[in-house]
């Protein structure tokens, strides 16, 4: 087991013991509206019923959350969760966790050298990040995703970027 799964699952453990994180009630509403919402709308359900039949869910999206709003996984990694909760009632989110791999990354040092390759191969960009047009940055950030297939936590690999 990697050591960002074993962070996560840490973390699931140990929710009731730890302070939560300042924007989980943000991070909650979004992946309401824009995920879970849309999940309801397909299987023709509410929270209501969702809330008496479906308990197990209910759970886990508070569990996926929670690791979402500690920066323990990416968006992405949110919405694939929360689909295989929906398709797979009483899903042990930490034995998922463990056994999909879903949260391993890039190897450090293959990372930092994809990093070194997408900035050789664009040196415009690298100029307007030294004129001080520090947003294009995420450019950078979303072609190593793309390389790492988002296998990549994409905080760091913003200060990978930043520190190269």
């Known amino acids: 087991m990697d050591n960002k799964t074993s962070q996560a699952i840490i973390a699931i453990i140990s929710r009731n013991m730890v302070s939560t994180p300042e924007n989980i009630g943000k991070i909650t ?3 309401l509206l ?3 919402s849309a999940l309801f709308s397909e299987n023709k359900t509410n929270v209501e019923e ?7 869910f209910r759970e886990n999206f508070s569990d996926i959350c929670f690791l979402r709003a500690s920066e323990l996984i990416s968006t992405k990694h949110a919405k694939e969760l929360i689909l295989e909760s929906w ?6 989110l930490c034995a998922f966790l463990i056994k999909s791999e879903i949260l391993n990354e890039a190897d450090a040092s293959a990372l930092i050298a ?3 390759k997408i900035m050789e191969d664009n040196p415009k ?3 307007q990040i030294k004129g001080g047009k520090t947003n294009v940055i ?3 950030v979303g072609q190593t995703m793309k390389a790492v297939q ?3 936590n994409p905080v760091e690999i913003k200060e990978l970027i930043m520190n190269s």
């Not at 398709?87 to 042990?92: C, G, I, K, Q």
């Open 114 to 116: 994809i990093i070194e």
């Open 150 to 152: 988002g296998k990549g």
């Open 29 to 31: 509403a979004n992946l």
């Open 87 to 92: 398709n797979n009632p009483s899903l042990d």
């Open 138 to 140: 995420g450019f950078l």
């Open 50 to 56: 969702v809330n008496s039949l479906r308990p197990d």
């Open 34 to 36: 824009n995920e879970v």
């Open 125 to 127: 960009t690298l100029e």
